[in-house]
């Protein structure tokens, strides 16, 4: 076998490995689009962002919510759902050059049972529509 075959041969194979990737990838997981409406004391949560997490896995798919509105692609089954809503809020700077100058934040504003604390559980099937009403209190 010549150089030039050899070579040929070699550049084939890397073609072949790269083409077909290396495998060991993080699994797909199927999806399907959802929508739905969130209100805040009977009225549409102006903005805000709704995550669907399956809990086991650590993973969530989050969508925007305007105008009380959501939709977009979730993972199938089980999931627990959080909901946020985030107001600025100022604060001094902290020590040394910035001290004096104001700063801000994100805060949610929801109750904690609505997000970091969710009993909220719903299952995700294809073209499901979900209503959440959540109060201030």
């Not at 999806?31 to 969130?38: F, I, L, R």
């Not at 040394?96 to 009993?119: F, R, V």
């Amino acid at each position: 076998m010549n150089t030039t075959s050899l070579l040929l041969r070699s550049l084939v194979a890397g073609l072949v490995v790269v083409a077909l990737g290396c495998g060991g990838g993080a699994p797909t997981r199927p999806k399907t689009k959802v929508s739905g409406t969130v209100t805040l004391d009977d009225k549409p949560l102006a903005e805000g962002e709704i995550a669907f997490t399956k809990t086991a896995e650590g993973v969530a798919d989050s969508l925007p919510i305007k105008d009380g509105k959501f939709e977009g692609d979730v993972s199938l089954g089980e999931r627990k759902v959080e909901i946020r809503a985030f107001k600025e809020v100022a604060q001094q700077g902290a020590e040394g050059m910035y001290k004096d100058q104001p700063m801000s934040s994100k805060e949610n504003y929801l109750p904690a049972k609505y997000n970091s604390e969710s009993t909220f559980k719903e299952t995700v099937a294809e073209g499901k529509k979900f209503d959440f009403k959540v109060t201030s209190n």
